[in-house]
């Protein structure tokens, strides 16, 4: 779509430091207390755009922390469109394309200025990515517990909230075993399940026990940055592999399916660079008949919002991790917050991103706060 063209004025990039209700264990860390960059950019009519970077302290998800963002955006991206005019977000990653991955420091400017393109547009950000769902379906991502009871009791408290899929973090020792008890109480609930890399090729015949376990898929079993071995993987197992880690552009979608690499993609705005590329994939998913749905990096609500905003696209076909701000925060960062009825969110209809961004909360968890002017 063509529309009226962003001037940038200002930008404002703040580090804002939040905890987590509760400790969230992954097969690489467990995180309560998450500190991410914030982007504010001011065009010439006072128009606002927020951009959420979903890189945490340490590189252990990705090669990003929160100082490669601050070097990155501080030194590089945001001098680069102070001033500029911008005739449509599309115009950024091609910008920034010859500064080396860096896609979550990248993500966090971009998706901005496509927060600011439809505010300046008078349209949500759903429409101007083209999205026409008006309500999106939600699932759940549930960290490694310390016992399986401990798991059923988080299951059975989200299924009578409504959630539509049960990601279940798993890790050697914490995964068939976990996985089976919770069939024999739950045979039909739409279950998956996330390694975050936690396995080798050398565990191919522990992980086809995970095929009597009827899964919606297994979610990046092998290297983070690995698309042959998850393809010898992937004929070795009935149950799909999603990718999520070793997917950063639309050109690792194009490889992982000629490949046979996964089945299915989880798109994350961040680690793919922004909403221009995270709509390639959705379009070149959709030539070849790949479902996609969005991840989650326990996104407060700036974040949080970009995610309902691209999962109205046609591809992303199966509930995502983007749950109500109430499943991390005992207070978010946006009003209204985000919140879901029966396993649904509705998607605002405002400008932008829909929601307004409380200055408050930005007082209460800024650690940093830097303006960039003319
Ligand atoms: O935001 C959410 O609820 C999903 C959280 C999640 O699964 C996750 C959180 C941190 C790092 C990686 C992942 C992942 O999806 O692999
Ligand atoms: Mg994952």
């Known amino acids: ?5 962003v001037k940038v004025k200002e930008v404002v990039l ?3 430091q939040m905890r987590l209700k509760n ?3 992954t097969s690489f860390e467990t995180m309560q207390d998450k500190t991410f960059c914030l982007l504010e950019v001011i065009d010439e009519n006072g128009n606002i755009g927020w951009g959420e970077s979903v890189a945490s302290d340490l590189p252990l998800y990705n090669e990003e922390t929160v100082k490669t963002n601050q070097h990155i955006l501080e030194d590089l991206l945001i001098p680069d ?3 500029q005019t911008i ?3 599309d115009e950024i990653s091609e910008r920034f394309s010859p500064i080396r991955r860096n896609n979550m420091a990248k993500a966090t400017i971009e998706t901005a200025i496509w927060d600011l393109f439809a505010k300046n547009n008078r349209m949500p950000l759903s429409q101007a990515l083209g999205g026409k769902k008006k309500e999106i379906q939600v699932g759940i991502s549930i960290g490694i517990q310390d016992t399986t009871k401990a798991l059923l009791n988080q299951i059975e408290g989200f299924l009578t909230q409504g959630f539509r899929k049960f990601k279940i973090k798993i890790k050697p020792g914490k995964d068939v075993g976990v996985l089976r008890e919770v069939r024999e109480v739950y045979p039909d609930i739409p ?5 975050n890399s936690a396995y080798t090729l050398k565990d191919i015949d522990h992980l086809k026990q995970l095929d009597d376990l009827n899964l919606m898929m297994i979610e990046q079993p092998l290297d983070h940055d690995d698309i042959v071995d998850h393809a010898v993987l992937q004929k070795e197992i009935r149950t799909p592999i999603c990718l999520d880690e070793s997917i950063h552009s639309v050109k690792d979608a194009m490889r992982s399916h000629s490949l046979g690499s996964c089945k299915i993609i989880n ?3 961040g680690r793919v660079g922004g909403l221009t590329e995270a709509k390639k ?3 070149y998913c959709k030539q070849v008949g790949m479902p996609v749905w969005c991840g989650g990096m326990q996104e407060a609500g700036v974040g949080r919002a970009h995610n309902i905003a691209v999962t109205t696209l046609d591809q992303f076909t199966l509930p995502g991790d983007t749950a109500p701000s109430s499943r991390y925060w005992d207070e978010d960062i946006i009003e209204p917050e985000v919140t879901m009825t029966g396993g649904i969110i509705q998607v605002p209809d405002k400008p932008g991103i829909g929601f307004e961004v409380n200055r408050e909360m930005l007082e209460k968890f800024a650690v940093y706060e830097k303006a960039f002017k003319l």
């Open 14 to 16: 703040r580090k804002l």
């Open 1 to 5: 779509m063509t529309g009226n063209a």
């Open 267 to 269: 798109i994350k705005i």
């Open 281 to 283: 994939i959705n379009d």
């Open 81 to 83: 469109i102070l001033g």
């Open 23 to 25: 400790p969230f264990a």
């Open 87 to 89: 005739g449509h977000p």
């Open 191 to 195: 279950m998956m399940a996330d390694a």
